[in-house]
């Protein structure tokens, strides 16, 4: 275990962060059980990667797979782990103290040594321009100190579907944010510890095809040269992972499998917008529900709950996302999932059914029908009340009350 956290986060980060580090390395490992696959419905892409994934980074969606289900070492790819949550955790202008297990680790290394102090930014392009590994353990030391107390509280559970696919689309995300600044600098310089630094990007990839967002390098001997990046194109969002994409005078091949994978993307695949009001299902065409026992305003009255659709605002986290890819062909279909009727009592809220968006067989996304409003149960006091009103006020009422009467007593 250590010896290939050294080629990327380290032991310490592995340890302290094993929750989150499972999230991300479903799609940084290639393990995509359970997210939504297109993969073999295609012609297979003559591709040299051993193992190789293409992603729909906005809705996790598995355009292309091949043995993506492998479980494979991923050498220092894992540094975008260490970014993500360097970022997450600390400011750039944060400094951070090296200690002697991050001062003791091999090269690559950036050659700090035991209590050196540098900031926060300088160790994130050391770290992804030049995959340093004394730099990586270094700020995972620095984020553990503060974040360990918060994770170790947090249950250990299974990860649902939602949340694995939350994984998938993190790289995506980070490339939206802060780090496409440092992984897209073409090289950085700076000066500590009376020592003068400079690195160069050897993500080649950025020159290579037009709305390459970010990406990052990786090799050992035992995982050869692998490979995971991103393009964004017309909206669209694309994310390869490659693993075992050849060895020692093959480096260029993983350049070759990455543009394969993202032109078959770019040339197959559309956005369709999962906010746009003319695929979304319209609360007014919602039919309304019975419910068994509820109030009405009158006594023989059959009520129904009204519906509405749960706000995408109150929606639980990794319910919605904005958009997928879709193959040309493929359609998006809406299905309706409701009870047919209910028992009182129905409250404000209630979670009653679901829409589902669905292609073919994937279920994409989900949203809640809840309860417009609460329908109370028949009670006594309230058929009192209604009795003694209909009483009173019986006039040509009275020969109805005593035909209701005898006809619930004789059901």
Not at 18 to 32: E, G, P, Q
Not at 225 to 244: D, T
Request: with cysteine; hydrophobic share 40%; charged share 25%.
């Amino acid at each position: 275990m250590c010896r290939d956290t050294v080629h990327g986060v380290g032991c310490f980060l592995f340890q302290k962060y094993r929750k989150s580090l499972l999230f991300l390395f479903l799609t940084l490992l290639l393990l995509a059980n359970g997210f939504p696959s297109l993969a073999g419905k295609e012609a297979e892409l003559s591709l040299y990667a051993t193992s190789a994934v293409l992603l729909d980074g906005e809705s996790g969606r598995v355009l292309y797979g091949k043995a993506e289900n492998e479980p494979m070492p991923n050498a220092s790819t894992t540094k975008v782990l260490t970014c993500i949550l360097a970022l997450e955790n600390c400011e750039l202008g944060e400094t951070v103290t090296i200690s002697d297990y991050a001062a003791s680790m091999p090269k690559v290394k950036l050659g700090a040594m035991r209590g050196e102090s540098y900031g926060v930014k300088q160790l994130l392009y050391s770290l992804m321009l030049e995959s340093h590994n004394d730099s990586a353990v270094a700020l995972a030391e620095h984020v553990g100190k503060r974040s360990v107390p918060a994770l170790a509280q947090k249950e250990e559970k299974e990860f649902s579907k939602e949340e694995s696919m939350q994984a998938v689309k993190a790289f995506a995300d980070l490339m939206n944010q802060k780090a496409r600044e440092i992984t897209r600098e073409p090289d950085y310089s700076f000066t500590a510890n009376k020592r003068a630094f400079s690195f160069l990007n050897h993500n080649g990839f950025l020159s290579m095809m037009q709305g390459a967002i970010s990406g990052k390098t990786g090799f050992t001997g035992k995982a050869g040269y692998c490979y995971v990046g991103a393009l964004e194109s017309e909206g669209r969002v694309f994310v390869v992972a490659l693993l075992a994409c050849g060895w020692p005078n093959n480096r260029t091949y993983k350049w070759k499998d990455t543009k394969t994978l993202m032109n078959y993307g770019l040339e197959n695949f559309r956005r369709l917008d999962l906010r746009d009001d003319k695929i979304l299902v319209q609360e007014n065409i919602l039919p309304e529900v019975r419910v068994l026992g509820g109030r009405g305003t009158e006594i023989d009255q059959l009520v129904s709950a009204k519906l509405r659709i749960q706000e995408r605002t109150e929606a639980r986290e990794g319910q919605t996302t904005s958009g997928v890819l879709l193959r040309e062909g493929e359609e998006l279909r809406t299905e309706i999932l409701l009870p047919k009727e209910l028992t009182a009592p129905v409250r404000e809220g209630q979670i009653l059914g679901e829409i589902r968006y669905v292609v073919g067989e994937e279920l994409l996304q989900t949203e809640c029908v809840i309860a417009a409003e609460s329908v109370e149960k028949i009670d006594f006091a309230w058929c009192l009340k209604q009795v003694t009103r209909l009483y009173l006020g019986l006039g040509r009422k009275e020969t109805w009350l005593k035909n209701w009467l005898q006809e619930k007593t004789s059901r």
